[in-house]
């Protein structure tokens, strides 16, 4: 058993060690496209080159400054560094950085959450919703239209981020999106058909059933109180008040009493 636990933590060191150098190759050092990946917790895009070099080819590959970017402030940068320039309308930067490309027609291959890469419908200004990009979607790794109709067959694609949580603890999410018209359809799990949206009220599993987006209220609506409520609730600190004054008042009363027998057996004492 003692051997057994050695080899466990020994194995764990080595995983550990291998997760923690990789990529963090810098420019000019050896690298390999085979060896790009997304890891399988966060989701994040990994390769054997650091966060400001991506890798040019399969065999004898070299890691290469990036060429473009995808984010306002990159990761890794210091301040007053250069960072690569911003992709123009119409291109997009890809995961590794590696230079901006042309948006992708619909059936073409994307990259995870990135709906951007794909290329707007021609009655995007209808599909567009804040569930997708300008009416286009990735799902699978495959841009679609998010035009699925009432009725018709729909698929899903469903994304399980993991996080470590309170205490080590790792706290899972499961991110679920479809291809029907949004808001007002979402695609039913079991039949896999796109359904109306569901009002405030009625059961759902996930918030892309609801009208709102949400299955319940959400935090920053105004809460609106009954007048019941406000009569109740000016009895019972009026009643509140009342019983702290009775009671103020009965014990500066017994004090008072009992200050005055004091007194009175004190005079007595004196006139014996």
Request: aromatic share 8%; hydrophobic share 30%.
């Amino acid at each position: 058993m003692f051997w057994c636990r050695i080899l466990f933590w020994s194995f764990q060191s080595v995983i550990f060690s291998a997760l923690v150098h990789s990529g963090s190759v810098p420019a000019g050092g050896a690298c390999s496209t085979d060896n790009n990946r997304v890891e399988n917790s966060t989701r994040k895009f990994l390769t054997d080159c650091d966060d400001k070099t991506f890798c040019s080819g399969s065999s004898n590959g070299t890691c290469t400054p990036k060429k473009c970017r995808r984010d306002e402030f990159p990761f890794g940068y210091n301040p007053g560094e250069t960072v690569p320039a911003l992709c123009s309308q119409g291109s997009f930067c890809p995961d590794d950085g590696s230079g901006c490309q042309a948006l992708v027609d619909a059936g073409g291959t994307c990259e995870l959450n990135r709906d951007e890469q794909c290329k707007q419908s021609s009655d995007w200004d209808r599909l567009s919703s804040h569930l997708n990009f300008n009416g286009s979607i990735c799902l699978q790794s495959t841009c679609v239209y998010a035009n699925a109709t009432l009725g018709q067959r729909c698929f899903l694609d469903n994304t399980t981020y993991v996080d470590p949580g309170p205490n080590g603890q790792q706290v899972s999410r499961t991110i679920i999106r479809d291809n029907c018209r949004t808001p007002s359809l979402f695609c039913h799990q079991t039949y896999l058909q796109c359904l109306p949206t569901k009002p405030l009220g009625l059961p759902c599993l996930r918030d892309q059933e609801c009208q709102t987006a949400v299955c319940v209220y959400p935090p920053e609506t105004p809460l609106h109180v009954s007048p019941w409520q406000s009569v109740v609730t000016t009895i019972c600190i009026l009643s509140a008040m009342a019983a702290t004054c009775t009671t103020l008042v009965l014990m500066h009363k017994r004090q008072r009493l009992e200050r005055h027998r004091e007194l009175r057996e004190y005079y007595h004492e004196q006139l014996r």
